[in-house]
């Protein structure tokens, strides 16, 4: 798969001087006509540039998202689109991405979403050659998290490797990231959020500033939240028990007509090591890692300046330790 090498960034400030009736100015280029009455205290703003599913609050000077709608990675979403954003096996709940919990005894079949009964953990042990005795389960040495990566196997990954989509590992624990105001993005390697917009008459996506902000900058590290939503199934990635492996992730992200509700992604990846693609079933799930993140681009709305904008990240996928038998009330 061939993307295009080099991008046009356009950038056309445009400030609107808007002759209305009563016209406060236009803070944060974000509300173009904001009216107020008597000495200007009590102000609405009747044209802003706020992206879908948000509106302009002027005592706050910045767009919030819109009752019924909520926010991630700058976008004001459905909850069913923050469902697709939170990933395959998470759900959207209480303002952030949220594992599914699974009754005691079961696990949860990353490859489908769904709890598998302890018949089905067992059978999951037996197919990899792992016998359980009684009251014994499937599990993982101290340090690492067992993760079902499909109904045949089971890995131990390190817990960063385990965290949600909106969450990265502080060293001790995976912790929920900065929340950011919509149209603005979170840049981890800067750690502050960055706005991902352009000043125009209508709400207009910088596509490569998004594109890197989401995805990882280019030639530097994945971003957790794109990372994570692959990096813990190395069985599928063909990474046996005590190794890992880097992948490099070629990705694009096109708008065409720039139309942003009309934005695709493509990625290509490649073992960094053998420089040779990676296993179709893990090709399978970085497409799906970046296409459920693009949910965050497409819910925006608005139109993008640029047709097209790539970058190229690094994920280290990790397999700790085969699973082997623990004391079903507890582990090593």
């Known amino acids: 798969m061939s993307f295009v090498s080099s991008l046009t960034r356009l950038f056309a400030p445009a400030m609107f001087a808007a002759a209305a009736l009563s016209v406060c100015g236009c803070p944060s280029n974000m509300c173009l006509v904001k ?19 948000s509106e302009y609050d002027t005592t706050r000077e910045t767009c919030v998202c819109a009752q019924g709608r909520v926010s991630l990675n700058g976008a004001c979403l459905t909850v069913q689109q923050a469902n697709q954003y939170c990933g395959k096996g998470s759900r959207y709940q209480n303002y952030g991405c949220v594992a599914v919990a699974c009754p ?48 045949s196997s089971a890995s131990c990954v390190p817990p960063q490797n385990a965290c949600s989509r909106d969450e990265t590992w502080n060293g001790q ?9 919509p149209g603005w993005v979170l840049d981890v390697t800067k750690n502050t959020c960055v706005p991902v917009t352009t000043p125009d008459d209508k709400y207009t996506i910088d596509l490569p500033q998004w594109t890197t902000a989401t995805y990882g900058s280019d030639g530097g590290n994945g971003t957790s939240a794109f990372c994570s ?9 063909g990474v046996t028990a005590g190794g890992s492996i880097r992948i490099r ?79 079903a009330s507890g582990g090593f």
């Open 35 to 53: 009216i107020c009455k008597g000495n200007g205290s009590d102000c609405r703003c009747s044209w802003s540039t706020c992206p879908t599913g």
């Open 104 to 151: 005691p005894g079961q696990e949860l079949d990353q490859d489908t979403g769904a709890c598998l009964a302890k018949q089905q953990v067992d059978q999951v042990a037996q197919n990899m050659g792992v016998p359980l005795g009684q009251n014994e389960k499937l599990g993982c040495p101290p340090g690492l998290v067992l993760v079902v990566e499909n109904a």
């Open 173 to 181: 624990a995976c912790v929920k990231t900065q929340r950011c105001a």
């Open 229 to 237: 939503g692959f990096n813990k199934k190395p069985v599928t990635f």
């Open 249 to 327: 992730v070629e990705i694009g992200v096109s708008a065409p007509g720039r139309d942003v509700a009309r934005a695709q992604v493509q990625t290509a990846a490649i073992v960094e090591a053998s420089r040779q693609p990676v296993t179709p079933k893990g090709a399978e799930e970085v497409q799906r890692a970046a296409t459920e993140m693009l949910a965050t681009l497409i819910g925006q709305g608005g139109k993008s300046n640029a047709d097209f904008a790539r970058t190229n990240v690094a994920c280290t996928i990790i397999n700790g330790a085969k699973p082997a038998p623990v004391p």
